[in-house]
């Protein structure tokens, strides 16, 4: 500006300059800049401040203002009287359009003429379209300022200066000049308002929801800001709620099938000859150049995009926002507030977005969660790769019996019409899809789920309140879930399934409709059966099995499953629980049937719950005989294929397995086994029993452990020949033992090894190698050697007798060796004849 001042008053400028933003007041505008007469140095001086008081900076801007206006009208006139037109001949030669085009170019040469040659009007019409635009910022500044939230300022005011006389009454506030001009807070200094770029003041305005401020700003500097609207809307933080700015967020005009584009509202409606086209070009042209630096209004960082956008584009727009707010803050309430604002707008292709939105929400908002579990992130992407059944799990995942029909109802069942609905729009209906993933969610969900999702469905509830409406599907349902269950445990669960079943009144079976009835239960044993292919059907598996049966074999098969869940629940009673598929499996096996029920007698003393009493006896037996029979429809039990007779042999052995023999002898006394066992019977179960004791007994002692209970399990039967023999065998292993034989070196020989040993004198020949005093103790060998089964046998006793004089002589006792032999003489002389017989006898039998 120091190439102004040499024709000005030599003290005015120095003072203008002199003075700092802060200090310019309105009276210095009227003393310093007022006097002095060159319009062009005054101009550039209003051009030059920037202040933050609006009222003296719009003081210096009209002035500004009104000192460059004359040079503008002179170049108006200028370019308003070109000179001489082209002549008349010259004008007809040529069309109407091209005279026009002839006109323009007259003007724009007269123009750039005239701006050469007077290169203050130049000057000053630079100058003006710059103060020109600051004001229409000024006057946005203030609009501004007036719809900013007025912010609650109270002063601290000391107790003892509280009635200070020189404290401004409120008279002297109402005084004060602009007193109330504002409302607000600005969120920037009016000096960086007028500077600053417009896109990248609306863009911080964007950034920090200053939409008040925004709104404003869009509204009157539109034409400035409508080639970057959409980078403006990026800077709205995604967790802004569309509500707070849907007038700012683009909507669609259908007689165009574009963005509408919003009416402006500029402060001046025409512009200043310094701000069209022509004189822009034509300062541009001559190269006059803005004495400072004015705001640059070019974003080269930005994708402008001048045109309105096409419907297909606006629809991606917003698609692209709505991923964008849920990548980053995952408010799915935010993304569905900005599609329906789309939507009431009217922009088109975004009804699936939406519906996904809402069924997100729902899953956001409305399923329940885990007490530890994180929120998961969503977007339309993650949502639509997602399949349908992992939808549906994904809702019900932590669901509860209690509200699992609820859930259903509200978040599944609206899901899934979604679906179905779209399928139908797109031409490819599936009638079948909504009770397809629903099923397939029921056949994989936990028995107590299903249970509730069942008494949701009874046929007893009006049909529109039915989750599964149709009683076969219930059926089919019920069956694939209770046999394809692994669970042994949860019999009142799979009871309170039965009981939401339906039952049909269907007549009675004919004598081929009843085999045709075995025959599916059988098809259906052999398929829960597992093999090579499949190890184990899974409740998908059997529904496919029931989907084809009828109503007729559905209730046969109720019927089964009523019997089979009465099965269960008795086993599972005493502690030998079984899947369902089980009953199928053994339906045509009879030793399975028989290995269960035997672990059902032999078990029942080993549960938490030991039978005491006799009449906890007579309930299992009770409850065996039960399981033997057939239901009250004819079916099989899970005993089915043993006799009753076979049961409570099975039921007499188990009780004496467990050791109670005082019990065993009560309920042979009792009604309840008195007229099943005969005393042949209990004699031989008795016998194997104490046979199983001896076996497993790992000391021969018989008065302790197993070989005791061997030993007194055989005071249960009436005393006979064959119980009498096993006692003494008994006996004598005791009496083996106890003299330390030995199988192999360091190992004591087992009760098992005695009773498996073919020449048991070899037992005796082995005890007098092994015991050097045990030739003198006759008696007691001979005894041993008659309760290892020969008594009476007297070839037996000789090879003893024998044995023992053999050992004296070995010994060097010639007296005892001498008696030993004298006594096998009398033997073979006095039993001799006999003994042959009966060896005619034994061997003639064998």
Not at 293 to 300: G, R, V
Not at 499 to 505: F, G, I, K, Q, T
Not at 741 to 758: A, D, F, H, V
Request: net charge negative; with cysteine; aromatic share 6%.
């Amino acid at each position: 500006m120091s190439t102004l001042t040499t024709s000005l008053p030599p003290d005015l400028p120095t003072q203008w300059i002199a003075l700092s933003d802060d200090e310019l007041k309105l009276d210095n505008l009227d003393q310093l800049l007022k006097p002095i007469r060159d319009d062009l140095w005054v101009s550039a001086a209003c051009l030059d401040r920037i202040l933050d008081d609006a009222v003296v900076q719009r003081a210096l801007l009209d002035m500004g203002l009104e000192r460059s206006e004359p040079g503008a009208l002179r170049a108006r006139s200028a370019a308003t009287h070109p000179g001489a037109l082209p002549n008349v001949a010259e004008e007809d030669e040529v069309g109407g359009d091209d005279a026009q085009s002839m006109d323009k170019r007259a003007q724009h040469t007269s123009l750039v003429s005239y701006f050469s040659d007077e290169t203050t009007d130049a000057q000053l019409c630079r100058i003006r379209a710059v103060l020109l635009e600051r004001l229409d910022r000024l006057n946005t500044f203030v609009d501004i300022c007036r719809e900013a939230p007025v912010e609650d300022e109270e002063d601290v005011i000391d107790e003892e200066w509280e009635d200070d006389p020189w404290a401004e009454t409120d008279a002297d506030e109402s005084a004060k000049p602009n007193a109330k001009q504002s409302s607000g807070k600005s969120p920037v200094s009016l000096s960086l308002f007028l500077i600053s770029d417009l896109v990248e003041m609306a863009c911080l305005f964007a950034s920090q929801e200053n939409f008040g401020a925004l709104r404003i700003l869009i509204e009157r500097h539109r034409a400035t800001l409508w080639p970057y609207r959409f980078s403006v809307l990026d800077c709205i933080p995604e967790y802004a709620i569309a509500a707070e700015y849907r007038d700012l967020l683009p909507s669609y005009d259908p007689t165009t099938d574009a963005e509408l584009r919003p009416p402006s509202r500029p402060w001046r409606e025409e512009l200043d000859f310094a701000e069209t086209t022509e004189c822009i070009s034509a300062l541009d042209e001559c190269g006059a150049a803005l004495p400072v630096s004015s705001p640059a209004n070019d974003y080269p960082a930005l994708a402008p995009k001048p045109e309105p956008l096409s419907a297909s584009e606006l629809s991606a727009w917003y698609l692209v926002r709505i991923d964008e707010v849920l990548a980053s803050t995952g408010m799915v309430d935010a993304a569905l507030a900005l599609v329906q604002h789309a939507a009431s707008q009217g922009v088109p292709g975004l009804d699936e977005a939406g519906e996904d939105l809402t069924l997100i929400a729902r899953l956001v908002y409305d399923a329940p969660l885990a007490e530890d579990s994180v929120a998961e992130d969503w977007s339309l992407t993650k949502w639509r790769s997602m399949d349908p059944a992992e939808v549906v799990r994904a809702y019900l995942a932590h669901t509860t019996e209690d509200r699992v029909a609820q859930d259903i109802q509200h978040l599944v069942m609206p899901y899934l019409y979604v679906l179905e609905s779209r399928a139908e729009r797109a031409g490819h209906p599936d009638p079948t899809l909504v009770t397809r993933l629903l099923f397939d969610y029921i056949l994989n969900a936990p028995l107590g789920i299903v249970a509730a999702i069942f008494e949701a469905s009874k046929p007893t509830l009006p049909q529109g309140q039915r989750i599964i409406r149709d009683d076969e599907d219930l059926a089919r349902l019920a069956l694939a879930c209770l046999y394809g269950s692994d669970s042994t445990d949860q019999w009142p669960t799979m009871s309170r399934i039965f009981e939401c079943l339906p039952a049909w009144d269907t007549p009675e079976e004919d004598a081929d409709e009843a085999d045709e009835a075995e025959t599916t239960i059988a098809s259906l044993g052999a398929f829960v059966t597992p093999s090579t292919t499949r190890p184990r059907a899974a409740p998908l598996d059997l529904h496919i099995f029931f989907k084809p049966l009828p109503a007729t074999s559905l209730s046969r098969a109720l019927d089964v499953l009523d019997v089979h869940l009465e099965s269960g629940e008795i086993l599972s009673r005493w502690g030998v629980p079984a899947p369902l598929r089980w009953f199928l499996q053994s339906n045509s096996n009879i030793a399975e049937q028989r290995a269960r029920a035997d672990r059902m007698a032999r078990r029942a003393n080993t549960s938490d719950d030991k039978l005491d009493t006799l009449e906890d006896w007579e309930w299992l037996l009770e409850d065996m005989l039960k399981l033997c029979g057939s239901g009250d429809s004819g079916s099989k039990s899970a005993f089915c294929l043993v006799s009753r007779d076979d049961i409570v042999r099975i039921f007499f052995s188990g009780l004496l397995s467990t050791g109670n023999f005082e019990m065993s002898k009560k309920l042979l006394r009792s009604s309840s086994l008195r007229d099943s066992l005969d005393q042949q019977v209990i004699e031989e179960i008795c016998l194997a029993c104490s046979q199983e004791f001896y076996d497993n007994a790992t000391s021969g002692n018989y008065h302790f452990g197993d070989m005791k209970l061997a030993y007194d399990c055989l005071d249960v039967p009436a005393p006979s020949e064959r119980v009498v023999q096993q006692k003494e065998f008994i006996e004598a292993t005791s009496r083996l033992c106890s003299f330390n034989l030995m199988s192999r070196p360091g190992i004591p020989i087992s009760p098992i090894e005695i009773r498996l040993t073919k020449d048991r004198l070899s037992l005796v020949s082995r005890v007098l190698s092994s015991n050097n005093d045990a030739y003198k103790h006759t008696e007691v060998i001979l005894d041993l050697v008659h309760k290892l089964g020969f008594r009476g046998d007297v070839v037996a006793e000789v090879k003893t007798l024998a044995m023992l004089a053999e050992t004296a002589l070995q010994a060097d006792d010639f007296t005892r060796a001498y008696d030993t032999a004298e006594k096998m003489v009398s033997v073979i002389h006095d039993d001799g004849p006999r003994a042959h017989g009966r060896a005619r006898a034994r061997n003639s039998n064998q």
